[in-house]
């Protein structure tokens, strides 16, 4: 576990885990996605993870990813579980690998966190570092949002010229280029911009929800690794160490 030949044949194999049908407590969510094939997932929360691994891999901050891709063993591991996703993130030095798992904030108890703590040790033994993502941080409820939208936006065929147009006039109106101010004779909308977005061509604040007010620039808002890959002292530290994108 943790070395090239691994996750190759990780990120090449079938999803390790049969996920349940509809119930009550959590909905199976299956798409086809560019960047990770059929995906099926389950509940809201990993079906939100999933879109922003996706927005990542848009973005480059991400190169190979798989949700549900393995199951731990108790003679390497020392207990069995499986994980929603493996990522790959782009590296000129050396393999980096991360294992995220989608939880809801409401669940983590003291008993859970410890829990959490001592699987990302295990996985950092590894060279494989453990980030939990949750529908507070960082999947708070606007992220939640503007993750579902620009998706949707990215499949609505938009026309390269009307997303062209928005990115001149946002160039054009440098700090004033606010949602509200979007101009209303010409073809680009909200819709436009989040297809833009998508693709990170422009960029709105994602823990902020939109407004009028919101700002649409040319460069990032957040600190988008960090808020979604720096969730932990050691994923802080294993971040700080990737100096080649």
Same mark, same amino acid.
């Given at each position: 576990?943790?070395?090239?030949?691994?996750?190759?044949?990780?990120?090449?194999?079938?999803?390790?885990?049969?996920?349940?049908?509809?119930?009550?407590?959590?909905?199976?969510?299956?798409?086809?996605?560019?960047?990770?094939?059929?995906?099926?997932?389950?509940?809201?929360? #990993?079906?939100?993870?999933?879109? @922003?691994?996706?927005?990542?891999?848009?973005?480059? $901050? !991400?190169?190979?990813?798989? =949700?549900? +891709?393995?199951?731990?063993?108790?003679?390497?591991?020392?207990?069995?579980?499986?994980?929603?996703?493996?990522?790959?993130v782009p590296s000129l030095k050396e393999l980096r690998l991360c294992v995220i798992e989608t939880?809801?904030?409401?669940?983590?108890?003291?008993?859970?966190?410890? #829990?959490?703590?001592?699987?990302? @040790?295990?996985?950092?033994?590894?060279?494989?570092? $453990? !980030?939990?993502?949750?529908? =507070?941080? +960082?999947?708070?409820?606007?992220?939640?949002?503007?993750?579902?939208?620009?998706?949707?936006?990215?499949?609505?065929?938009?026309?390269?010229?009307?997303?062209?147009?928005?990115?001149n006039w946002v160039d054009a109106q440098g700090a004033r280029a606010t949602i509200g101010s979007?101009?209303?004779?010409?073809?680009?909308?909200?819709?436009?911009?989040?297809?833009?977005?998508w693709k990170g061509l422009v960029y709105l604040p994602l823990t902020k929800p939109l407004t009028?007010?919101?700002?649409?620039?040319?460069?990032?808002?957040?600190?988008?690794?960090?808020?979604?890959?720096?969730?932990?002292?050691?994923?802080?530290?294993?971040?700080?160490?990737?100096?080649?994108?």
């Amino acid at each position: 576990m943790g070395t090239e030949e691994w996750a190759q044949a990780i990120f090449s194999s079938n999803p390790a885990r049969e996920l349940k049908g509809p119930s009550r407590r959590t909905q199976l969510h299956t798409y086809d996605s560019k960047h990770l094939g059929m995906i099926r997932v389950q509940g809201r929360n #990993e079906y939100c993870s999933s879109l @922003a691994i996706e927005y990542l891999m848009e973005l480059g $901050y !991400i190169q190979q990813a798989k =949700a549900q +891709p393995f199951k731990t063993s108790m003679e390497e591991f020392g207990r069995e579980i499986f994980p929603d996703f493996l990522i790959r993130v782009p590296s000129l030095k050396e393999l980096r690998l991360c294992v995220i798992e989608t939880k809801a904030h409401r669940f983590l108890s003291p008993a859970k966190l410890w #829990e959490l703590d001592e699987l990302g @040790a295990k996985f950092g033994e590894l060279n494989i570092a $453990y !980030i939990v993502w949750t529908d =507070a941080t +960082p999947l708070s409820k606007p992220v939640r949002d503007h993750l579902m939208h620009m998706r949707m936006a990215s499949n609505a065929d938009i026309p390269q010229t009307e997303i062209r147009e928005l990115l001149n006039w946002v160039d054009a109106q440098g700090a004033r280029a606010t949602i509200g101010s979007l101009p209303p004779d010409s073809k680009f909308d909200r819709d436009t911009v989040y297809a833009a977005a998508w693709k990170g061509l422009v960029y709105l604040p994602l823990t902020k929800p939109l407004t009028l007010d919101t700002l649409i620039s040319t460069t990032e808002q957040d600190n988008i690794i960090g808020m979604f890959l720096g969730g932990s002292k050691g994923a802080d530290e294993w971040w700080s160490a990737l100096t080649n994108y």
